[in-house]
């Protein structure tokens, strides 16, 4: 059973340009979470998806940011009009279920974003 | 609003010693805890899992505790190796309906041979 998966795992960018994240689940999970960590700092909560739908969304900046988890396909995290900021590592993470007394978050590699 | 924090932020030990780190959060009332260790440029491996009903967790070298009512965690590393040396991130559950997962800053451990 493949780990969870992201690409690219570097991406660099000009200011102003797209940065478009991609996250494979692990074979059966249907629970997706993005964690952004910026340079020196520990991970920060950004969104929880389930298939088709933004379950909870509290850690997302409120511009330029969105994230979707298609019925078919990867979840994707979209970041518009980057800036320098947005330059850290994202993780994905993925999870069979979206309650439970051991639900564990299973991490993918990250994707490390550059922004020039 | 939780806040979880690990003391120290770096370490450096000889190999074989037993060292512990620690985790402190605010609030009390938590799920549950995780550690994690994070290899430079890699993802995050969970160690250890320890609900809020528990004590404590152990696996192998590793053994983590929980004492809820004082906010803090503590992960023992008994005869340290330096394939031991990476950072150790503690995250904290806030409620069974919360699927965030708050983080410390970490510890940057470095086993020396």
């Known amino acids: 059973n493949a780990g969870v998966m992201q690409n690219p795992r570097h991406l660099v960018r000009r200011r102003g340009q797209e940065a478009r994240l991609r996250c494979s689940p692990m074979?059966?999970?249907?629970?997706v979470y993005w964690y952004r960590q910026l340079p020196e700092e520990g991970l920060k909560f950004m969104v929880y998806?389930?298939?088709?739908?933004?379950?909870?969304e509290s850690g997302m900046p409120k511009e330029r940011f969105s994230a979707e988890f298609p019925k078919e396909g990867p979840s994707i995290l979209r970041i518009q009009q980057v800036v320098r900021g947005d330059s850290a590592a994202y993780f994905c993470?993925?999870?069979?279920?979206?309650?439970?007394?051991?639900?564990?978050?299973?991490f993918g590699p990250g994707t490390r974003l550059t922004v020039l | 609003k939780q806040e979880v924090t690990q003391i120290p932020a770096a370490l450096s030990v000889p190999e074989g010693e037993n060292l512990v780190l620690n985790c402190s959060f605010t609030?009390?009332?938590?799920?549950?805890l995780q550690w994690f260790r994070q290899d430079p440029g890699k993802g995050l491996t969970s160690l250890l899992l320890?609900?809020?009903?528990?004590r404590e967790q152990t696996s192998g070298r590793l053994n983590a505790s929980l004492d809820k009512s004082s906010g803090r965690s503590t992960l023992y590393i008994a005869a340290s190796q330096p394939g031991d040396s990476a950072t150790y991130l503690c995250?904290?559950?806030?409620?069974?309906?919360?699927?965030?997962?708050?983080f410390g800053q970490g510890t940057r451990l470095t086993i020396n041979p």
């Open positions: 998806l389930q298939k088709e739908n933004i379950i909870d």
């Open positions: 609030d009390s009332a938590i799920y549950n």
């Open positions: 995250a904290v559950r806030p409620s069974q309906g919360a699927q965030k997962l708050v």
């Open positions: 993470a993925s999870s069979p279920l979206g309650t439970g007394g051991t639900d564990t978050q299973y």
């Open positions: 074979k059966g999970h249907s629970h």
């Open positions: 320890i609900q809020s009903s528990q």
